[in-house]
């Protein structure tokens, strides 16, 4: 089992660019596997993680209601947002600057065969960075994701997840509200959830930001220790990207 993961960070991506890149990730994967299959081969399957921030974009999921849109597409283009049918599971979801977005692709059998521990350990990622700024991130039961206040009234959500799996190869993934403008959540239904809101890290510890950089080195040290990973900074394949 390979256990390597290579991290890239990719910046501020536009959500296409993103997800073809994502796609090319995920397919290089299947292929190796198929091979692998086909001629009785051993060839190790490589895992990444991405980060990004995208330009303002809106997601609906392939179980999601194009109802949880509340803009028609004049009114994108005036919030200069774009959107997108996707391939993940879930609802609708909003992306945009100060998001901290992170996409792992993993082949999960090079750590463990099963999709709801995979996701429990993207939400507990999220928890534990939480944790180092005095928050108490938590789960809602039968929502995906992480929420502050859960099972309350006063129940808000931080943290936003979405996967796609085929032959336990995982791509999209999870969004975290760091420094984002939450007036963009107004135009969906996040979620589909209509009963509930969505806040952001620098929103509860009431600052006007909260620093980036520092974020996401906590979301790869608990990533890391949680999948028992060692996270290799592949910036090469970055500046590669970018030419």
Known sequence: ??????????????????WDYQESLFKDILDIKSENRK?????????????????????????????????????????????YKINRGGDITYHGPGQLVGYPILDLDNFFTDIHKYLRLLEETIILVMADYGLKGMRSEGETGVWLDAGTPFARKICAMGVRASRWVTMHGFAFNVNADLGYFDNIIPCGIKDKAVTSLNAELRTQIVDMEEVKQKVLKYFAQLFEAELVNDESAVQKLHL
Do not use: C, W
Not at 44 to 58: I, R, S
């Open 1 to 18: 089992m390979n256990r390597l993961i290579k991290f890239r960070d990719l910046g501020v991506k536009d959500y296409k660019e993103a």
């Open 39 to 83: 001629q009785n081969k051993e060839k190790q399957t490589p895992n990444y993680l991405l980060f990004t921030e995208h330009p303002h974009v809106y997601t609906l999921g392939k179980s999601g209601d194009m109802q949880h849109l509340l803009l028609n597409e004049k009114q994108l283009e005036a919030k200069g947002a774009s959107f």
